[in-house]
């Protein structure tokens, strides 16, 4: 009679049988690792050190904030493993909970929500929470969940639909208001609506509208910032940054300070830059929020156009592999949700660049994993989980 299998005495608790022997503990963490795709990690964990590079120099006058976004990524991969490891035939069952509970949220925000800076984004539910970062995860898989099950029938009126689910938490989150994060959200949906099938016949009028309301405001800039000239549709601080944008010097000492010192720390650096923790607009406190938002000013400043152009070409190689990885998804669900999140870091990345850079208003949106702060990084970290789910899935159907 053979002899029973030794077992691990937590086995029973866990609900599986481990092995005490050394190499079956090592064959199965081999597999819970099995199928992550390298190649979008590597990238991933590159940006995360340069990004520790230039939160030391951003952060040499607040000693333990390094250390805390350390523990910030430590906790993120923690995440992106657990959620990796979820198939995606289990994640689109969070779908329909996930958008319920974060626009129940958002309505609660907005009917006793905290209130800091004149901006009602918060919720004491005894821990304060930002309700609209939910969003960000929520939107693409409710989208993703809702044209999965119309795969093969879907009709003009799904896109109206699919519009509608998209509405109202952007119409919500741009109410509080938080226009960055209603931009996110809004740009991640309308990926999902355009890879669902709709027409660019469709988008193309809406993007002449953008260029020609754009158009508009840089020609007549002089008469519609002039104090006694309200606008209808946005708030007064909303107004004054697209205004100092338009023409910073109006307002040096406020509005437009902070775009006119990000330039100068920009191009201060030139080609190669001054080098590393010698960048002198960072260290003499020119720069606001210098480690959060305006952190790729502290990069450019010190590692200069060369480390600006490695930054965008690592952001460029992030977003071609996640959509390589979503265009081989093995449903219609993993591609909407795998490629929209994928391009959901192109708009992370090209508003905030383009926000320090003096060609988008300052609307408040981090560098994907660059910036300093643990609410953006999980949810970045939540988003890079669910597209290496995508990927794990398909190798182990291939295997």
């Known amino acids: 009679m053979q002899e029973r299998e030794k077992r691990h005495p937590f086995s029973r608790i866990l609900g599986i049988a481990m092995p005490i022997e050394p190499r079956a503990i090592i064959r199965r963490a081999k597999w819970m690792f099995t199928g992550f795709d390298k190649p979008f990690m590597l990238i991933v964990l590159s940006l995360l050190c340069l990004g520790i590079l230039a939160l030391y120099s951003a952060s040499m006058n607040a000693p333990g904030r390094v250390e805390d976004q350390v523990r910030n990524i430590l906790l993120t991969f923690v995440l992106m493993w657990i ?67 119309r795969e093969g029938m879907i009709r003009w009126y799904d896109y109206l639909i699919g519009f509608i689910i998209l509405a109202v938490p952007v119409g919500l989150i741009a109410k509080q208001p938080d226009l960055g994060t209603a931009i996110l959200v809004l740009s991640t949906g309308l990926f999902v609506i355009y890879f669902a099938g709709l027409s660019f016949k469709l988008i193309a009028p809406l993007m002449l509208a953008l260029v020609i309301g754009i158009t508009s405001l840089v020609v007549t800039e002089k008469h519609i910032c002039q104090p006694d000239i309200q606008w209808v549709l ?25 775009t006119i010192q990000a330039i100068i720390a920009i191009g201060s650096g030139g080609a190669f830059g001054k080098g590393w923790l010698k960048g002198t607009q960072a260290h003499l406190e020119f720069i606001p929020e210098k480690h959060t938002d305006f952190i790729f000013a502290v990069l450019s400043e010190e590692f200069g156009l060369a480390g600006g152009l490695v930054l965008l070409f690592l952001y460029l190689f992030l977003v071609v592999r996640g959509l390589y990885i979503g265009a081989n998804g093995s449903t219609l669900f993993s591609r909407l ?55 794990r899935q398909k190798r182990l159907i291939q295997s």
């Open 234 to 258: 946005l708030h007064d601080y909303q107004k004054q940054r697209i205004c100092a944008l338009l023409d910073p010097s109006l307002d040096p000492l406020g509005k437009g300070f902070h």
């Open 83 to 149: 959620v990796a490891n979820i198939p995606p035939q289990t994640l689109i069952r969070f779908a329909v909970p996930a958008y319920t509970f974060g626009v129940a949220l958002l309505i609660a925000v907005s009917l006793f929500g905290l209130t800091k800076k004149g901006a009602k984004r918060w919720l004491n539910v005894g821990v304060v929470i930002q309700p609209s970062e939910i969003l960000k995860i929520a939107m693409p898989l409710m989208l993703a969940w809702y044209y999965q099950r």
């Open 337 to 391: 949700l795998a490629g929209a999140l994928a391009l959901s870091f192109f708009m992370y990345a090209f508003v905030n660049i383009s926000m320090v850079s003096g060609i988008l208003p300052v609307v408040g949106v981090p560098l994907p994993f660059i910036s300093y702060g643990g609410t953006a990084l999980i949810t970045l970290g939540i988003a890079t989980g669910m597209i290496m789910s995508v990927a």
